[in-house]
Nanobody
Framework: QVQLVESGGGLVQPGGSLRLSCVAS????????MDWYRQAPGKQRELVAHITSGGSTNYADSVKGRFTISRDNAKNTMYLQMNSLKPEDTAVYYC????????WGQGTQVTVSS
């Protein structure tokens, strides 16, 4: 049974940093493209960043230069380092495994507020 478990969310002031983690179990994590999505209240879920099995990355324009996605295949873990956080980054952040079927984590809340 595949499970994705996110952690690392919380309350941070504007300009601060957080690092999210997503631990995968029950799957050959290393072969899959992985994504971070987020969903703010009243808005659609949006793709924040993705990382291929080989480590190639891509980012939404809104987070380029501030967020960094990475993975450690030995630990079945994906990360999202978030720097220079803004109030508009407030959302529930989800990790996603692009498989057939695909899988989602339960989400972790990130709140950026003074």
């Amino acid at each position: 049974q595949v499970q994705l478990v996110e952690s690392g969310g919380g309350l941070v002031q504007p300009g601060g940093s957080l690092r999210l983690s997503c631990v995968a179990s029950g799957t050959m994590f290393r072969i899959y493209v992985m994504d971070w999505y987020r969903q703010a209240p009243g808005k659609q879920r949006e793709l924040v960043a993705h990382i291929t099995s080989g480590g190639s990355t891509n980012y939404a324009d809104s987070v380029k230069g501030r967020f960094t996605i990475s993975r450690d295949n030995a630990k079945n873990t994906m990360y999202l380092q978030m720097n220079s956080l803004k109030p508009e980054d407030t959302a529930v952040y989800y990790c996603h495994l692009r498989g057939i079927p695909d899988y989602w984590g339960q989400g972790t809340q990130v709140t950026v507020s003074s």
